[in-house]
C-alpha cells in the first residue's frame, strides 16, 4: 500500500484504502472456495433434492465474484474505476457471508 501511495503522485493513504479491504476480501474468497471443492466432493450425488447442483451452482458464482473482484483490483492505479472495486468488494462480502449462512443452515429452500 505504501509503495502504491507513494508511486502516484498526490495519493493519499486513504485513496488506497479500498484496494486493502478488496485484497482481505479476495483473500477470504479464496479460503472459503479452497474448503467449498472438498465439501461439495462429499455431497451426495444421488440425493433427490437437488443441494449439490445448488450448491456447486452457487460454489461458481463465488468462483466468478472472486476472479471479477482480482482482475478490478489488479488494475493500475490511474486506470481502476474505485467506485466499481468498493461495490464489487462489497457484493462478494455479502455474497461469501450468505453461502457460508446456506451451509450451516443445512441448504434448506426457504419458502
Excluded at 22 to 43: D, G, H, I, N, S
Excluded at 52 to 59: I, L, T
Aim: glycine content about 4%; overall charge negative; some cysteine.
Amino acid at each position: 500500500m505504501v509503495q502504491l501511495q507513494d508511486g502516484s503522485v498526490g495519493t493519499s493513504w486513504i485513496d488506497v484504502q479500498f484496494l486493502k479491504t478488496a485484497t482481505e476480501q479476495l483473500v477470504e474468497c479464496r479460503r472459503v472456495l479452497k474448503y467449498t471443492y472438498t465439501f461439495a466432493y462429499y455431497l451426495d450425488p444421488s440425493d433427490k433434492t437437488g443441494k449439490k447442483e445448488r450448491f456447486e451452482h452457487h460454489q461458481e458464482m463465488l468462483e466468478k465474484f472472486t476472479e471479477n473482484l482480482s482482475e478490478l483490483s489488479e488494475m493500475s492505479l490511474d486506470k481502476m474505476d474505485r467506485t466499481g472495486v468498493v461495490n464489487m468488494t462489497r457484493v462478494v462480502d455479502r455474497f461469501v457471508k450468505n453461502l457460508c449462512k446456506y451451509v450451516e443452515d443445512g441448504m434448506e429452500i426457504e419458502d
